[in-house]
């Protein structure tokens, strides 16, 4: 894959999520108002990470002992085109060498 596919943050992030490999649950819900995350926080067990980049805001952490994320992706529906191709690229690709992975995560 060609850096120019991707585009990445100098701490080898995903550009619009700000997130790197290992900081997305396998379990995601998405919202669309960045405000409705912040309803989730009372029922979570525990939260490992809470980020925020434009319109995407993320909570990563446990809910009854099930590790989940919660991302908000705003309210334009060209941002869920965004939102699905950097989360299946935090899952599917290497992202020190773009290098696509042997095994896929079916999202």
Do not use: C, W
Not at 24 to 31: F, K, L, R, W
Not at 72 to 83: E, Q, W
């Amino acid at each position: 894959m060609r850096s120019s596919e991707l585009i990445l943050n100098a701490d080898l992030s995903v550009y619009h999520l700000a997130l790197g490999t290992g900081e997305v649950a396998p379990q995601v819900i998405t919202v669309g108002d960045p405000e409705r995350l912040e309803m989730f926080v009372p029922y979570m067990d525990h939260i490992t990470l809470k980020r925020q980049k434009r319109e995407f805001h993320t909570l990563t952490g446990t809910y009854l002992g099930m590790p989940l994320t919660i991302i908000s992706t705003g309210i334009v529906t060209y941002n869920k085109d965004i939102f699905f191709t950097e989360i299946d690229a935090l899952f599917n690709i290497e992202l020190e060498t773009l290098r696509i992975r042997d095994t896929m995560t079916s999202l």
